[in-house]
């Protein structure tokens, strides 16, 4: 068959957007407090790592938030290194991006790590009104009628006191002393993409238990949750790739643990509006061969359990 050069063309084009289809996180250390600049830049790396995790599985379309004449989006957050709330006017995302602000700071007791989405305010044409509220999604990101969910971002503060474990190669597992900032990374950019926080999660909590469809159907019953109505219940069970793990989203992690998105983690991404890719596997399979050793541990990314 003979396939004229300008087709063929179009072919690639179309085939590099297709595989382009992914969120991605990025990072901004412009209120980091130190925490991964100077002598500590290195720990970018690892933080990335787990950005591009979580981008790579997500083939949500999120339109740009682009500010500009009229149209002024201003992010309000939490600024990772003091707390303070800070205002961002004219702010703008690219596509299919999320803009992370994260730092260090004191978060006192055990907690590990503080993060969420942004908020923001908007002023300007209808048009851009709905682009920030929902970024192109087609279901309501906010309210009792929420299904979607489509920030701009948002922050996360990790501890600046924390006897942390940076992984040199996360796709690797090794024993380690310490608390695991990639795990903890991946539970909070979870809380950032909605989980425990998006409307269209706690529209599907009842009780003291989630109801997502896909949730339900990964845990095999409402899944119970902490008093928080934020984390799945301490202690609850799912598996990576059939191996049995501690969910990610529950509320504490024990020092010298990995933990990654188990089935229950991914299936109330899709509950909160994400797509999922399917056949994305969180880690490589070496990572199992300390599956066992997980079993029984407790874990939340606000609280950290010293000792055993
Ligand atoms: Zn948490």
Redesign the pocket.
């Known amino acids: 068959m003979f396939i004229k050069p300008s087709l063929l063309a179009g072919a690639m084009l179309l085939a590099a957007s297709q595989s382009a289809n992914a969120v991605v996180i990025n990072f901004d250390y412009t209120y980091d407090g130190g925490f991964f600049t100077g002598v500590n830049s290195g720990r970018q790396t690892l933080l990335n790592a787990a950005g591009s995790f979580l981008g790579s599985i997500l083939t949500d379309s999120l339109a740009p938030i682009s500010s500009g004449g009229s149209n002024n989006f201003s992010a309000i957050f939490d600024r990772p290194d003091t707390g303070a709330q800070t205002i961002l006017n004219n702010f703008s995302v690219a596509p299919d991006t999320l803009t992370v602000f994260v730092g260090g700071r004191d978060l006192g007791g055990n907690t590990l790590?503080f993060?969420g989405y942004g908020g923001y305010s908007v002023s300007g044409t209808q048009a851009f009104l709905n682009t920030a509220e929902k970024r192109g999604q087609s279901g309501d990101t906010v309210g009792s009628s929420a299904t979607d969910f489509a920030p701009w971002g948002g922050q996360i503060s990790f501890s600046n006191s924390a006897n942390w474990y940076f992984d040199t190669n996360p796709s690797t597992t090794e024993p380690f002393s310490g608390n695991d900032f990639y795990s903890v990374a991946l539970?909070?950019l979870?809380?950032l993409l909605g989980l425990?926080s998006a409307d269209s999660w706690k529209d599907k909590t009842s009780g003291s238990n989630f109801t997502g469809a896909n949730a339900v159907a990964a845990y095999g019953g409402n899944v119970p949750l902490e008093s928080d109505k934020?984390?799945w219940l301490d202690g609850t069970q799912s598996n990576v790739n059939g191996v049995p793990q501690e969910a990610l989203?529950d509320?504490t992690i024990r020092v010298g643990t990995r933990k990654v998105y188990t089935q229950l983690d991914l299936a109330a991404l899709k509950d909160v509006g994400w797509q999922v890719s399917v056949t994305a596997v969180p880690l490589p399979s070496t990572v199992w061969l300390f599956g066992p050793a997980l079993l029984g541990l407790i874990a939340?990314?606000?609280k950290r359990y010293s000792g055993i």
Do not use: K
Request: charge should be neutral; avoid cysteine; proline fraction near 7%.
């Open positions: 790590g993060g539970h909070e979870g809380h425990g934020v984390h989203l509320p939340s990314s606000r």
